[in-house]
Structures are given as structure tokens and as C-alpha cells.
């Protein structure tokens, strides 16, 4: 998907709110500000809208000489979904249908995104939980399932911190062996990496490769050569998250997406309202 | 009123916005996004809002070729106002404080401006009116009719097309006959230039005079040698709108800003929320 005009306000608008989250310097917000708007003057906009997200959050690590500032959010949103696990587990186990409330658990764990929104706090992801049990879900869970059953290699591209543990659960419902799970290659905004993904427990339960690069989605271009490979050589790839979307849309491979519509933009590229919980297939 | 960071994201939904309303030519709404982030990344947050709004608008005529992109639009909103104009006059003459009620639907005819929002309908205009009738009302009414009755040189500095009708109402009810009526020097947006006030019959009633540019605001810098004598001569200044607040708010005048409050920024500066109608009184 390429960068819609109205995604350039936005850029603006998450690049301050990170940036006031990184750190409380008005000088820095300044300076990133800046920044922001002379590389966006200059990007092409044939580009996924995460190209801006790496650079904007480059910026931000720069100015703060912080390698990873959200860190402590992470850990927040991590021991937040560790926390909810247990009674998470017990919701999807008495379920009528176990696998169609761990995906349902799944996306409500992508509201956890400090990209898309300023803040998350507890009431909201609770409520969000409370309201993805029943709220209607966009999209053919039974082409899922039935793609899953046949599947033999399937790569599971993450999105957030906190959001991680609710991928556990599904993975865990899921019941496959042959699930890898990928997380970026390095710290951007509040997004998953290795160590959240051993904080969760989720290394022990499936293999964890990382994609090579710090992009708040899959940029291929620059992905990791072990990663292109696992990603072209799966049966089926889940991607979650706006960010996987954007980025992955046009990409040649059978995937399923599954996020939460957060912004006008994807509203309407999609033709599914703000707050619709999605799982779109792509062949 | 310096540019506040969050002024930034704002400029460039602003641009995109007005650009559409200019014309439907992607190409444009592309180059006028491309060169307002690169005069944005250049401009001095010291200077007003308004400052980077009439660059916003240059860009736009410059890419458009059209010295008045928005004249059709003002012309409506003026028509709007004139139709509604006989009903107006006989709401403040039967009400019990013809003032009052004269600056509250002045504050009301603020609602006309295409600077902040994208599109302002007939419906909205009607439950705007009807509404500011009641509405709680920011500032001392008192304090600004004892000043008028002292006051023997006012200046009115005017904000959109449209509004211009609500204003003179407001000044008919004023009964001053020493009330001079400014309008901007050349066409920014919807603001209103002296043809919206020989149109709506603003000339016929008072002097008429331009402040010499093309900002919408009023930048006292940019404005001519004759609208500057005027303006430090006055016993008294009254200002529409947020812009004229905001490029005015550290002038060495006593003016009275009279406006609608449109964005978080002017509410976290003022302490009004957004919606509010407020008469602000400046020494």
C-alpha cells in the first residue's frame, strides 16, 4: 500500500506524540519535528507508510541518544498482558469455539499500539477484550481454518509488546508445531522484538526469528535475507497489525491479515469502518 | 500567540484540505503538501499561526493559478448569510438584550470558516445560531459595553465570508457611527476582502478599509502604513476570529477578541474549551 496524502499530517502527528513519550525536551520535539517534515517533503510516496514510521522513530533515537525509549512502556504493556493471561486462557478454554476467541482475544491485544494512538491504559484494553467477544469480525474465519489445517510452514509476523501475549494464546489454541514467529530486528515505538518475546514465554513455546530490520511493519527491501527466505518459503504467513498491512499488501504470498482498522486511511482502503476487527486474506 | 508544536500536523491537514477544496487535481494537493512541509521545516515558531496559513494559501494560488480559488464558496456563505439576515434582525430586535444576543450570533457567524474545518453546511449554521442563544458565554459582556460606550474610534477587524453578514447586524445593533470595518488585503481562504462587504451591504453602513495583505489573521507587520495608523489610533479594537487572536494576542492595543473556540491549541491557551464563545478583553 502506498502513502496516502492523508497519512502526512498523521506522520506529523505521531512523530510529536512519540516524541513527547520518548522524552519531556521541547527542544527535542522541535528538532524532530523537523526533521520529520524535511524527509517527508523529500520521501517518495509510492512507499508504505512504515518507511515514514522507521524514520521518524531513526529521529527520535537519534535526538534522544536513547537506543530504545519506549523500552519501559514494553515492559509495562508485557507484565500488563502477562497479568491477563490466566483469565484470558480460561475465556478461550470454556469458549464455544476456542480458535474463533483466540483470534478475537488476538486483535483486541493489537489496540497496544503507541504508533496509531498516544496512549493505551488499562480500562481500555479491558474493555476493548470485553467488546472483541462479541463485536463482529470482518472476514472469513472458516477460510482461515481450513487454510490452516493444510499448512505445514507457517510464519506469524508480530506487532507489539503486550500484544505478543495475546499472539501466545492463539499460537497455544492453534495447536500447530510448525509456526515460526517473527519480531523486528530492532526497537521501533513500543513493537516487539526478541526480548519481549522471551519475557512472554512465547520462545519457548515456537521458534522466534527477528526480520532484520526496524520498521514499525515489513519493509521487504530491507528485510533480512534468512527472513526473506522463511517468508517466501511458508505455506501461509499471519501478519498482525496496521503496520503489516501497509507494508505487506502487495506482497506476493498467501497471508492472512488480522488487525484492527485504526485510522481513517485504512477505513476506507479496506471498505471496513474505524475499530472493525479485520482477518483479510491475500493470495 | 507563538506556532505551538501542535500547530504543526495541523498546517498540513489544513493544506490538504484547502487544496481540495481548490481543486480536484491530485497533483496539486501533492505539491502543495511537498512545499508546505519544506516551509514548514523553515518557519520560525515564533511567529503566529497565521503566518504559515497565508504561505498555505500563496502555494495554493501559486499551484492552482487562481488568484481566489475559494471565491464561489464565499460567495455561497455570504448569500447564506444574506437569506438569513431579515430573521436574524428580528431575533435581536424582540430579544431582551439586543447587544447580547447581537455578539452571540456574531460569535455564532464564526462558524463560517473554512480554515478550520473542511466544510461548513446549512444544517450546522442553523443549530450553531440556535445554540449560541443560550450557550455560556466566556468574557464580560459588561466590561466590553462600558468600554463601547466610551469609545469614540473603534476598529473592527473582520474574519470570514459570510460572518461578515453576523458582524453587521452586530454593528447596526452597536448604533456607533464611528465604527470603521477592516477586511483582508487580497483573497486567503474564505476570509472576507471588500467585495463580501460591498456585497452584504457593510459599505453602505460604515468605512471600509483593507489591512494591506493576505494573511488570515492579522499580521501586523506584513500590514499597510494607513491599516497600522488605524489600528494604534483606536480607542478601541474588537476582533473576529481565532486568527485575528492568535496574530494579535501580544499587541500593544486594547482590543476585545470575540470568537469561537476551534482547536485544543487555542483552548489549552485560552482555558476555554473547543466549542466555547468567548469575548476576551486584552489591555
Redesign the interface.
Known sequence: MHTY??C???F??QA?SAARLATSD?AV??HV??QV??D??AMS?DQPPPFMGQRIHQIIREATGSADPYNSVKKKYNQLGMSLYPDLKKTIGQSRNPLETAIRLSIAGNIIDLGAAESVDEAEVFSVIEQSLTQHLEGDIGAFQHAMAKAENILFLGDNAGEIVFDRLFIETLQQDHITYVVRGGPVINDATRSDAEFIGMTELVDVMDNGTDAPGTLLDQCSEPFKEAFYDADLVIAKGQGNFESLSDADQHIFFIFKVKCPVIAAHTGCPTGSMVIHEKH
Chains 1, 2 share one sequence.
Do not use: M
Request: proline share 11%; net charge neutral; hydrophobic share 45%.
Open positions: 496524502h492523508d502526512i499530517p498523521c506529523l502527528k510529536l521541547p520535539h522541535e519535528l523537523r517534515l524535511i517527508t517533503a510516496f
